[in-house]
């Protein structure tokens, strides 16, 4: 039996229209900010996005509900200031729009301990700024025998790295923009208990692409192209007036 032209027509429709109605879960992320270890009294917050332009997050704590915020370009932030030892725990937050929770996130733990190790230093090589495809070494240098160092880029959910004191560097064998951010480090030993030192200063890595170094090059050859046209006027002037000059007589 075959299907009228219309009844086909009104299928595809409502096919369509059950698609826009019922979108596909949007993909969420969940970090600190900044990252790392916090200090009783300290503050952090907790960043929750979506590539959504309307809806709520709400955020949860060890499974239970704490608060809702609505988005605002894209993102949630939610603070949480003078810290203590019952704000630990594994939060996570859920994505709703109309009311109905279309997606939950990744979960984040936060930690609050005493800093007693010093501060390190975190540095990159061979610069803050890079090409894309260039290979690339952070350092986290800390002033202590044994201590291990956790790697961080904002925006991450996990340390990208934990660097100990026999292999105190992290390479990217060949950068590209993704690796772009800000970076930290902050380091720990372990005996009877972890012992944590402070998070660095930040250090922020950037990555250009393959196509600014390229039009970066265009522009520069065009400026020498027109300093040499220029150059060339200036020394054609010159022979001119030379030949126009009287001879002795």
């Not at 596909?24 to 996005?49: N, Y």
């Not at 894309?132 to 070494?137: E, L, N």
């Not at 090059?217 to 300093?227: E, I, K, P, S, T």
């Not at 220029?230 to 007036?241: F, K, N, Q, W």
Request: with cysteine.
């Amino acid at each position: 039996m075959v299907l009228p032209v219309t009844h086909v027509l009104a299928f595809g429709a409502w096919l369509v229209a059950q698609s826009k109605a019922t979108p596909s879960a949007p993909s969420i992320s969940i970090f600190l900010k900044p990252p790392g270890v916090i200090p009783p009294g300290g503050s952090t917050t907790i960043c929750c996005s979506c590539q959504r332009d309307r809806g709520n997050f709400v955020l949860y704590k060890d499974g239970r509900q704490l608060r809702t915020l609505e988005l605002r370009g894209s993102r949630a932030e939610f603070s949480i200031s003078n810290v203590t030892q019952k704000d630990t725990g594994a939060y996570n937050c859920h994505y709703l729009d109309g009311g109905i929770v279309l997606a939950r996130s990744e979960t984040v733990e936060v930690m609050v301990q005493e800093f007693h190790l010093p501060k390190p230093v975190l540095s990159v090589l061979p610069g803050h700024e890079v090409a894309a495809g260039a290979h690339v070494i952070f350092h986290c240098t800390i002033v202590h025998s044994s201590a291990g160092c956790f790697l961080y880029l904002e925006g991450q959910v996990k340390a990208l790295n934990i660097l100990s004191k026999e292999r105190d560097y992290f390479n990217i064998s060949r950068v590209h923009e993704g690796n772009g951010g800000r970076y930290s480090c902050q380091c720990f030993t372990k005996n009877a208990s972890f012992k944590w030192s402070a998070v660095s200063n930040t250090l922020d890595l950037v990555v250009r692409g393959y196509a600014d170094y390229t039009w970066v090059n265009v522009v520069r050859l065009a400026l020498g192209a027109v300093v040499l046209v220029l150059l060339g006027l200036i020394v054609a002037e010159a022979m001119c007036s030379h030949r126009r000059r009287p001879g002795p007589r």
